[in-house]
């Protein structure tokens, strides 16, 4: 038997870490950065779909913000029932501090994983065990470890 793991990040779109905020936005458009979430519920529902024909298990690290996004569009209990729930910050928070110069200290870290894991609970009906977080590189955003 062959095993492979398929992990997707839930994002805002094109994120990206802004100076002096906690809050990721997402890649300016039109000079606006502000966090866009159009593109989530279909991005979403278009790889659980795909991944439902070929009968494969996902991980879905979602960040919380994007998830209430979702949720308004699209019911996640039934997306994503069969996959794994995980969490992916509340609104793609930099906890290391390096990309918005904010370093967080235990508490405001302990306090944001808790906001978020309680929000996607509310919204998935499943309390995230693992998450992903963020490291501070241009060249890879979103790093699970
Ligand atoms: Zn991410």
Same mark, same amino acid.
């Given at each position: 038997?062959?095993?492979?793991?398929?992990?997707?990040?839930?994002?805002?779109?094109?994120?990206?870490?802004?100076?002096?905020?906690?809050?990721?936005?997402?890649?300016?458009?039109?000079?606006?950065?502000?966090?866009?979430?159009?593109?989530?519920?279909?991005?979403?529902?278009? %790889?659980?779909?795909?991944?439902?024909?070929?009968?494969?298990?996902? $991980?879905?690290?979602?960040?919380?913000?994007?998830?209430?996004?979702?949720?308004?569009?699209?019911? %996640?209990?039934?997306?994503?029932?069969?996959?794994?729930?995980?969490?992916?910050?509340?609104?793609?928070?930099? %906890?290391?501090?390096?990309? $918005?110069?904010?370093?967080?200290n235990g508490?405001?870290?302990?306090?944001?994983?808790?906001?978020?894991?309680?929000?996607?609970?509310?919204? $998935?009906?499943? %309390?995230?065990?693992?998450?992903?977080?963020?490291?501070s590189t241009?060249?890879?955003?979103?790093?699970?470890?």
């Amino acid at each position: 038997m062959r095993r492979a793991a398929f992990t997707v990040d839930v994002d805002r779109d094109v994120n990206v870490p802004l100076s002096g905020a906690l809050p990721a936005g997402s890649a300016p458009r039109d000079g606006d950065g502000s966090p866009r979430f159009s593109s989530s519920a279909r991005g979403l529902v278009l %790889l659980v779909d795909a991944l439902d024909e070929l009968g494969i298990r996902g $991980t879905f690290f979602l960040e919380a913000e994007a998830a209430q996004h979702i949720a308004a569009e699209v019911d %996640l209990r039934r997306l994503l029932r069969g996959h794994e729930v995980a969490s992916h910050g509340f609104s793609h928070e930099d %906890l290391t501090g390096k990309s $918005t110069g904010l370093p967080l200290n235990g508490e405001e870290r302990e306090n944001i994983i808790d906001r978020a894991a309680e929000t996607i609970r509310d919204l $998935t009906g499943v %309390l995230p065990r693992g998450s992903a977080r963020r490291i501070s590189t241009s060249m890879m955003p979103c790093t699970n470890y």
